[in-house]
């Protein structure tokens, strides 16, 4: 099976930039600060900052469970301090009072789920650089309790996303992959892409299978696409995801144009481009329309009145195709505007129109497929829309997870997790902790609610430090 490799240098940011914008344009005048003296981790994933609070053992350690057939399954855990603090992170999120949180995070700034929870806030308040800065403080803590075997590129490392301890690190590198793509480093992006896939390949409980094709189309990694589509095809049917059989159609065509390649490749893949494309097009007519329109394209009146594209073709369609659809039009639109790609697309939308005309037996096939296939989607799709906050997906979701309070710092748990430690019962609570548990989704929209409220006026404090500029920092030791 093909597995990603991973280069430890396509795993920081300031690589891209340096190749975009030239290293002095990234680096600046930057000359050594004459500040208290911090040992730090030689970390991959981030750099600390002069700015974060003094890193001491937050309480998380990596073991290794085993090792079989050239992999290792690793698992976090926490001490038993740590476990407290989790508790009092559960307590803090139920009171409805935010202030708990943020003092919860002061007197222990690396507490991971305190990190991605208010990191959330700060998103959604549109503080990006405090949301950014909360995650990377996060993947540090992580970076510091790896196991000495652990590998990030090795593509051999399993962490098991049943596990509760495991499933914090999955987000934590979601978040800063998403960051990434946001700031403009989309190449940097789907190298922590391959990252999370690699940890679970079999399960992808993030379903970054849904993600991977949009980052290798903005960064232009056609061919590692078309490879991956070509390997993984016989054992994940990925060309039955709508993002798939668009988009490596959409990688075949970028080659083809490519200036490098020969005229006999070009036009080998020109013809493959159009066959994928009509194939995605007879498979999977209800991405048509949608993404026309995002796109700001009006389609020819034969296009949009013909009933195999028209607004019949979306009618009855099978609720998990269209979460899947609504996913990739609302992420993908924006690399199916160039002018030449619209163009290409057009003809190959005439070609479908006879094929659907002339009684092509493969259109039929395709539509008793839809039908058949597709009635609901498994737990990690569900999970990996919601996650990426994308309208026109999370608007198709099912009532049995739209109904339920979804955690920032654990969406959409496993039905099978894992659980290493309880939580304390509170007999004392009664009734109250009964409301909560029916009303938790309240309390937690007024919770982000007032978070957002106060984060303008809280200020993060170090803690308190012994005013010893010499003294080592061991506590990491």
């Known amino acids: 099976?093909?597995?990603?490799?991973?280069?430890?240098?396509?795993?920081?940011?300031?690589?891209?930039l340096k190749r975009y914008f030239g290293a002095r344009a990234v680096l600046g005048d930057q000359r050594p600060r004459q500040r208290q003296r911090q040992f730090h981790r030689s970390t991959w994933m981030t750099t600390p900052k002069d700015t974060w609070p003094r890193f001491s053992r937050p309480g998380i350690t990596m073991n290794l469970l085993e090792s079989a057939n050239g992999l290792q399954f690793f698992a976090f855990e926490h001490s038993r301090d740590y476990q407290q603090v989790q508790f009092k992170f559960f307590d803090a999120v139920e009171s409805m009072d935010p202030n708990n949180i943020v003092v919860l995070l002061q007197l222990n700034p690396y507490h991971i789920d305190s990190l991605l929870q208010l990191s959330d806030v700060c998103r959604i308040q549109e503080d990006?650089?405090?949301?950014?800065?909360?995650?990377?403080?996060?993947?540090?803590s992580f970076e510091c309790a790896f196991h000495p075997v652990?590998?990030?590129?090795?593509?051999?490392?399993?962490?098991?996303?049943c596990r509760p301890e495991n499933r914090a690190f999955y987000l934590a590198?979601?978040?800063?992959?998403?960051?990434?793509?946001?700031?403009?480093?989309?190449?940097?992006?789907?190298?922590?892409?391959?990252?999370i896939l690699s940890l679970d390949p079999d399960n992808d409980p993030l379903c970054m299978l849904l993600l991977i094709d949009f980052l290798c189309l903005r960064c232009r990694e056609y061919a590692f696409l078309i490879r991956l589509y070509?390997?993984?095809?016989?054992?994940?049917?990925?060309?039955?995801?709508p993002n798939f059989a668009y988009s490596v159609a959409l990688a075949c065509y970028h080659l083809s144009q490519q200036e490098e390649t020969t005229p006999e490749e070009s036009q080998h893949v020109k013809l493959r481009s159009d066959r994928l494309l009509q194939d995605a097009l007879i498979m999977f007519p209800g991405v048509l329309m949608p993404l026309l329109d995002l796109c700001t394209v009006q389609p020819d009146a034969a296009v949009s009145s013909h009933a195999f594209?028209?607004?019949?073709?979306?009618?009855?369609?099978?609720?998990?195709?269209?979460?899947?659809?609504?996913?990739?039009?609302?992420?993908?639109?924006?690399?199916?505007?160039?002018?030449?790609?619209?163009?290409?697309?057009?003809?190959?939308?005439?070609?479908?129109?006879?094929?659907?005309d002339a009684k092509d037996p493969i259109v039929e096939d395709c539509q008793n497929k839809r039908k058949q296939r597709y009635q609901s989607a498994p737990r990690n799709i569900h999970r990996h829309v919601l996650l990426s906050e994308i309208k026109e997906a999370t608007s198709t979701l099912p009532l049995d997870v739209t109904t339920h309070p979804v955690m920032s710092y654990d969406p959409l748990p496993p039905l099978d997790s894992v659980v290493s430690y309880n939580r304390p019962e509170?007999?004392?609570?009664?009734?109250?902790?009964?409301?909560?548990?029916?009303?938790?989704?309240?309390e937690v929209n007024r919770l982000m609610v007032a978070m957002r409220d106060m984060l303008a006026n809280i200020q993060f404090q170090e803690p308190q430090r012994e005013d010893n500029p010499d003294r080592d920092e061991e506590e990491w030791d």
């Open 1 to 16: 099976m093909f597995s990603p490799i991973l280069s430890f240098r396509n795993l920081n940011p300031e690589t891209e």
């Open 128 to 140: 990006q650089e405090t949301a950014r800065d909360l995650i990377e403080r996060a993947l540090y």
């Open 150 to 161: 652990f590998s990030l590129t090795s593509g051999t490392s399993r962490l098991d996303y």
């Open 173 to 195: 590198v979601y978040k800063h992959m998403m960051f990434l793509e946001k700031r403009g480093c989309p190449r940097t992006a789907l190298e922590y892409c391959k990252l």
């Open 230 to 241: 070509e390997e993984w095809e016989a054992h994940r049917n990925l060309s039955q995801l």
């Open 309 to 356: 594209f028209g607004p019949r073709c979306r009618l009855g369609l099978p609720p998990a195709l269209s979460e899947l659809e609504g996913l990739y039009v609302g992420r993908c639109h924006s690399v199916w505007k160039e002018a030449g790609v619209m163009l290409w697309m057009e003809g190959n939308v005439q070609e479908v129109l006879r094929r659907v």
């Open 426 to 442: 509170r007999p004392e609570d009664g009734l109250e902790v009964a409301r909560a548990g029916r009303e938790l989704n309240q």
